[in-house]
């Protein structure tokens, strides 16, 4: 199989002497507002670059030649589309009375034959609606006739196929008139000369082929249904066709490098993630399919820079979400950042993202986002920490409010959003689920037990003991876990939250089959508030056993529910 690539413009593709034959199997004419639109804001926006970077890039084309004529294999939409277009900015020139400056532009509409025939350049025999547009209704160019009056003056039904064509030219013709308006004759020719220019030297690739099963085999190449192009892909394509910037084009690909590195390589971090959050912030929750499309489509051509300033803020934001550094923010703050990674818990980004967007830009002080956050983590530890509620119930509640505290955030909106999370939590089902809380080095002891939740139990007294203690930097001296009674005991009450306490390690390995009595005469030496607090209740009543280890288990639910863990 060979074929011939060649870039190419759509002047010079228009200007060879052939006819563009597009198969009457191939697909109807589809094209509407959406892609009119996409293509004349292309066009608009190359008129504004650089003379080395001026003109746009609209894909590739497919032929397969033959004597009199090419068969479009590929690309039929953008031709029939640019063919009308053309043919609307000749129409333009008639109008003004620029008879040199309309034939020019006509020759890429229609050409002679060898025996001086006009013909067009495109056709397709199930285009007639299209053919008498660009070819009949130009017969006489300086006709006052609207397109819409002169298929009614001339009996011509339309179908819906049809009134595509017509709301195409209609389309085009409206728009530039909406640009043209008020400027007098002389920069009304220079701007239609200008955008003239713009479209014949649209970039294209030009591939021929000798065989029409050729073209169907690049076709099905260039269109494999393979594995798509990622949406970070895609968006890094749209930001470096857009950017402009006096310096040069390489401080796009620098500020592309550096977000890749701040959201790679970190824990809960891709650039794929990174995008996904991106997007739920500051557009809303879109499928993953569609990201990119929605980002284009939010994303004004002419503030591709402003789009890739804030990805690279933003991931220098989600970057220190994953890669805690204690000397990025508050001791509060990091403490809760930390939480989060250590349950894995991502789906909230998308609002921290808002959050510390509003930081940033001084509508919030670092002692509310310290409250908000405390907020954010009391709720997941109660939903998910301790009652093991799948963040799924929650995820419309925290997609809607980024977006919305994104746009306009504020006090009343932050709060409202806390407001929502804890009106899905259930004081008796966490009193359960925490009582029901269960830890031991020993399970073969203890088989009855149904979870084994050594890390809910540790944070659990990670946060009584800084509840009580009030340490300002939100840092603990290592500990490990404590059971009173001893863990090798073969009542099952041992194991519940209730006789567990922390203990630096030192103490805690000296103590495995001591009695209660002995182990509090150790628990003096310890600085933890919570085992200074246990000490205290042990030694009025010198009572330890599986009652009063299910009241302490009981007591500390409670206290969680209505001190700890609380909307702040």
């Known amino acids: 199989m060979s074929f011939n690539p060649n870039e190419v413009t759509i002047g010079r593709e228009l200007s060879n002497n052939v006819q563009y034959k597009i198969p009457r199997y191939q697909r109807k004419y589809v094209w509407n507002e959406e892609q009119w639109r996409n293509l004349v804001e292309d066009i608009i926006f190359s008129m504004g670059n650089a003379d080395d970077d001026k003109y746009h890039f609209i894909g590739s084309f497919i032929f397969e030649k033959k004597t009199n004529n090419w068969i479009v294999v590929d690309g039929q939409q953008r031709l029939t589309t640019i063919t009308i277009l053309i043919a609307v900015i000749s129409k333009f020139f008639a109008e003004k009375?620029?008879?040199?400056?309309?034939?020019?532009?006509?020759?890429?509409?229609?050409?002679?034959?060898?025996?001086?025939?006009?013909?067009?350049?495109?056709?397709?025999?199930?285009?007639?609606?299209?053919?008498?547009?660009?070819?009949?209704?130009?017969?006489?160019?300086?006709?006052?006739?609207?397109?819409?009056?002169?298929?009614?003056?001339?009996?011509?039904?339309?179908?819906?196929?049809?009134?595509?064509f017509i709301d195409c030219y209609k389309y085009f013709y409206e728009y530039i008139s909406l640009k043209i308006n008020g400027m007098n004759d002389s920069k009304t020719i220079e701007w239609l000369c200008a955008f003239r220019d713009a479209v014949i030297n649209l970039k294209a690739i030009e591939i021929t082929v000798d065989k029409e099963q050729e073209g169907y085999i690049i076709f099905e190449i260039l269109n494999s249904r393979g594995l798509p192009l990622e949406q970070h892909e895609l968006l890094k394509n749209f930001i470096f066709m857009y950017y402009k910037d006096s310096v040069g084009s390489d401080i796009a690909?620098?500020?592309?490098?550096?977000?890749?590195?701040?959201?790679?390589?970190?824990?809960?971090?891709?650039?794929?993630?990174?995008?996904?959050?991106?997007?739920?912030?500051?557009?809303?929750?879109?499928?993953k399919t569609g990201e990119y499309y929605a980002l284009k489509k939010h994303t004004p051509k002419?503030?591709?820079?402003?789009?890739?300033?804030?990805?690279?803020?933003?991931?220098?934001?989600?970057?220190?979400f994953s890669n805690v550094d204690d000397k990025n923010y508050s001791p509060v703050i990091n403490y809760v950042l930390r939480f989060l990674n250590q349950n894995n818990n991502n789906q909230f980004r998308p609002i921290l993202l808002s959050v510390f967007e509003a930081l940033h830009k001084g509508y919030i002080?670092?002692?509310?986002?310290?409250?908000?956050?405390?907020?954010?983590?009391?709720?997941?530890?109660?939903?998910?920490?301790?009652?093991?509620?799948?963040?799924?119930?929650?995820e419309e509640i925290v997609y809607d409010y980024a977006i919305k505290l994104h746009l306009n955030f504020s006090k009343e909106l932050m709060d409202s959003f806390i407001d929502k999370l804890f009106e899905k939590v259930d004081k008796e089902?966490?009193?359960?689920?925490?009582?029901?809380?269960?830890?031991?080095?020993?399970?073969?002891?203890?088989?009855?037990?149904?979870?084994?939740?050594?890390?809910e139990c540790r944070h659990i007294l990670q946060e009584y003991e800084l509840y009580l203690s009030k340490i300002d930097d939100y840092v603990l001296t290592k500990f490990t876990i404590e059971h009173i009674l001893p863990d090798s005991t073969n009542d099952n009450s041992v194991c519940y939250i209730g006789n567990l306490i922390p203990l630096v390690k030192r103490i805690n390995k000296n103590l495995k089959h001591a009695s209660v009595n002995d182990k509090v005469n150790k628990y003096i030496e310890t600085n933890f508030s919570s085992?200074?607090?246990?000490?205290?209740?042990?030694?009025?009543?010198?009572?330890?056993?599986?009652?009063?280890i299910k009241t302490r288990t009981i007591s500390l639910a409670n206290i969680f529910w209505k001190e700890i863990w609380i909307k702040k």
């Not at 689920?433 to 979870?451: G, W």
């Not at 085992?531 to 009063?548: I, L, P, R």
């Open 97 to 164: 009375n620029q008879s040199k400056l309309y034939s020019g532009i006509r020759k890429y509409c229609t050409f002679n034959n060898d025996d001086g025939i006009e013909q067009m350049r495109v056709i397709n025999d199930d285009f007639t609606v299209f053919s008498n547009i660009v070819f009949d209704y130009f017969q006489n160019p300086q006709s006052l006739l609207s397109v819409e009056e002169y298929f009614k003056n001339e009996n011509i039904s339309l179908d819906k196929q049809g009134k595509l």
């Open 253 to 287: 690909k620098d500020k592309w490098d550096k977000i890749v590195f701040n959201v790679e390589g970190i824990p809960l971090s891709s650039l794929k993630r990174f995008i996904t959050h991106y997007i739920t912030h500051c557009i809303g929750k879109t499928s």
């Open 302 to 320: 002419e503030k591709v820079k402003d789009l890739l300033d804030d990805l690279l803020l933003k991931s220098e934001f989600y970057n220190s």
């Open 365 to 394: 002080s670092i002692e509310k986002v310290e409250k908000y956050l405390v907020s954010i983590k009391n709720f997941l530890s109660i939903y998910v920490v301790v009652c093991k509620e799948k963040t799924n119930a929650i």
């Open 429 to 455: 089902k966490f009193i359960s689920a925490f009582s029901q809380l269960t830890f031991s080095n020993q399970q073969k002891k203890h088989p009855e037990l149904k979870r084994n939740a050594r890390k």
């Open 531 to 548: 085992v200074k607090e246990f000490v205290d209740a042990y030694n009025n009543t010198k009572v330890w056993n599986a009652e009063t």
